[in-house]
């Protein structure tokens, strides 16, 4: 007989005291008298990983997000067992675990200063409806503590004070504090007393981060399911703390393409043939820089993606190739959802072999997108994504196309409620089934990684590019993103700032959004004003709806034609210097873009600053977010800044009016920087570049800079081919010296350098290269200080 009607209340439970500890190499393991075990895991002597278990066992260890490459190992390890806890100590780090109940702090190793303590610390509650627990964790802010990144959230930089939700979802036209958006990045640092420190949350359940809030000195974040599992990364420069997580959920597999960083230009949709070549024609006429043209769903047959329209494209590979020899690269989209139709061979290849999601009783997930009712790939199984790889084949190697954009993979789903797949769908998830509570976030993901193992595989010997909408930590290593649905605002431009900068500070930094806005119509000006901002975005790419009008360059009159032209130029311009910070965020996990606050965290000014960023390692800029301005305030970072146009000299640790018309945008360069500039080409490859030319900013004092180059596509920089400038500049009151070192078996097309010498305060009688001197004559030197010098030189002294 059932006498009972009411079901247990399960609220917050608690570990109890801890009844045991064992040591195994790197694994710390803690079990409390109720059955929770801790397990920390020294990754690094700055980098912990704390793991919880309320049943005494745990899953399998299986993440999308953390990088088989990730670095690892420690120089230190010591833990000694105390009265009332336990300390662990690295090289970097004292952590002080708790026995009472688990709860633990954090202490730098150097100076014993607290960074990072528990509040409630780990606690849970019982699902009933789901199972399992919803995980809980809750740490004490510390006087003054700033906390910043959550990849694409439309706020400003600094998040205390503010709520957030990580559930990756179709966002059209989301405005200012929507959440949640399109990709689920839950890696937040935190900065105070001028010490940061990070906190990766892995899990890929829908989860919650609450910055003090809900509780003025108490920051949390939870989730609804899975594991309470996170990482504790410290800097305690905010630059090692990002470069650490880039490092744990991975870098870029590869360097781009230069050409995936030129111009790019797209629309909803480019059709027939002959409106894609009039797009291409009128670049090249109006000698505006383009090197990719993309094709929106309208290129495919009802579609149906892997399909194409013949009545629009009657010759895909024919169009492809005549737009290849002017230049262009076509990029094409394909989205998830695959059309249900028994005559369609992609449909009917996965009907066979299974490859469908299933709701939890057994049908298959049927949704309604662009092709009516479809069914989806389960891309968390790796067999589908061999079989999901191989269908690119006749569009990459035999059709010719460049590029890849992935959309609508959150996945989207029209006219249900909560836009995406019900909780019930099942997925394979690398052999560990579970339901899409627990794969939604990774979706997008993994139909990216999918997506890059086909471009990969069938663009060789040339390197792949694949952009996606959706995405999860560590989805920087197959694909660059933008950041989705955006509208044509004023407000939008800002935010548009505010996604690009908080992405690079979140491991993501190929990152840009739709120049002009996605959703409506852009007068002139907010359309030049995001361009300037959009050049100085590492994915820099134009899209529209194009249900409110064209959106063109050359869309809006002579007058905004010819300030986007120069700025794209500009753009051009600085690919070398792009491509070299390129190679720094893929080498080190140094974000692309910098907030001011990334660069300069001891600068207490910054903290709360949104416009300007650092652009690479020496470029200062700051878009102008407002109708009929002729200018802005701004704030410098300290240190002595050159102004682009006028090369009137700034100093740093103020805020200023900077004059900025419509034909210029306040763009600063730091004092002792060597900026390398190619000549403006209408698409990359277009020019051999016979000399480099290299904007020399005078400082006294010291400043580094480095050029990287290689063949700009293909592999062989892997194996050596590549060249590595590193210079050091050194500046006198009545000199200034130049040193190089060069390595790498990379030999540039170009002999010499065009050296173009910035606020020099003397007038040049002398110049010494590798001891020797040199006519003013043999160095091509004019009244302008621009002197041609050898590429090879290893000093040069000017006197």
Known sequence: MIINTELEYKGNMFPSQVSSYQKDLDVLSFTTENGVILHITIIRDSVLRFRYTTTGIFENDFSYAITKYASRGYNHLEVAEEEDKYVITTSKLICHVFKADLRNAIYDAKDNSLICQDELGFHWEESYEFGGDIVKMSKVAQEGESYYGLGDKPVDNNLKGKRFENWVTDSYAYGKDTDPIYKAIPFYTALHHKKAYGIFFDN????????????RNITSF???????????????????????????????????????LGYHQCKWSYYPESKVKDIAKKFRDLKIPCDAIYLDIDYMEGFRCFTWNKEYFPDPKRMVKELRED????????????????????????????????????????????????????????????????????????????????????????????????????????????????????????????????????????????????????????????????????????????????????????????????????????????????????????????????????????????????F??????????????FWRYAEEGIPILKSLVLYDQHDSHTHYRNDEFIFGEKILACPINEPNAKGRR???????????WTDELVTGGQELWVDADLDSMPVFVKAGAMIPKYPVQQYVGEKEIEELTIDVYFKEGK?????????????????????????????????????????????APYETFKLKLHGLPFKIKKVQIDK????????????????????????????
Not at 204 to 215: I, L, V, Y
Not at 342 to 370: I, Q, S, T
Not at 637 to 642: A, E, F, H, I, K
Request: aromatic share 16%.
């Open 634 to 644: 701004m704030y410098f970072p300290m240190g002595d800044w050159y102004n682009w």
């Open 204 to 215: 890929t359940f829908r989860s919650f981060f609450d910055f003090c809030q809900e509780r």
């Open 568 to 581: 794209i130029e500009l753009r051009y311009q600085l690919l070398p210097y792009l491509y070299t910070a």
């Open 703 to 747: 400043e580094a800079s480095q050029v990287y180059e290689d063949a700009h596509d293909g592999y062989d920089y892997i194996k050596g081919r590549y060249s590595l400038r590193n210079f050091s500049l050194q500046g006198k009151k009545n000199e200034l010296i130049i040193h190089q070192h060069k390595s790498g078996k990379y030999t």
């Open 327 to 566: 230049g262009f690269k076509t990029i094409v989209i394909i989205d998830p959802g695959i059309k249900i139709d028994h005559d369609y061979e992609v449909f009917k290849e996965a009907l066979e072999n299974d490859y469908f999601c299933k709701r939890a009783d057994g049908p298959y997930m049927k949704g309604k997108v662009w092709p009516g009712e479809c069914y989806f790939p389960d891309f968390t199984n790796p067999e589908v994504r061999d079989w999901w790889s191989d269908l690119f084949r006749e569009l990459v190697e035999e059709i010719g196309v460049k590029g890849v954009w992935n959309d609508m993979n959150e996945p989207a789903v029209m006219e249900v409620p909560g836009k995406t797949f019900p909780n019930d769908v099942r997925h394979d998830y690398e052999g560990n089934p579970c339901s899409h509570r627990k794969a939604h976030n990774i979706y997008g993901m993994q139909m990216a990684r999918a997506t890059y193992q086909g471009l990969k595989k069938f663009s060789y010997p040339k390197r792949p590019f694949v952009i996606t909408r959706a995405a999860y930590s560590g989805t920087q290593r197959y694909t660059s993103s933008w950041t989705g649905d955006n509208v044509a605002t004023w407000e939008h431009l800002s935010i548009a700032n505010l996604q690009a900068q908080r992405m690079c500070m979140s491991g993501f930094s190929f990152i840009g959004s739709d120049i002009g806005g996605f959703a409506e119509q852009p007068n002139g000006e907010l359309y030049a004003r995001w361009i300037q901002l959009g050049v100085f975005h590492p994915f820099c790419r134009t899209h529209s709806s194009g249900d409110h009008g064209d959106q063109e360059p050359w869309a809006f009159g002579e007058n905004i034609t010819n300030v986007v032209r120069k």
């Open 222 to 260: 939870w989730a609804q399911g899975g594991e309470m599992n996170y990482y504790f990364i410290y800097g305690p420069e905010m630059s090692e703390v990002v470069a650490n997580y880039t490092d744990l959920t991975g870098k870029p597999h590869e360097l781009p393409a230069l050409w995936t």
């Open 772 to 799: 020797v001197e040199y006519s003013f004559k043999d160095l091509k030197l004019n009244g302008d200080n621009v002197l041609e010098v050898h590429k090879d030189f290893n000093d040069i002294h000017i006197m």
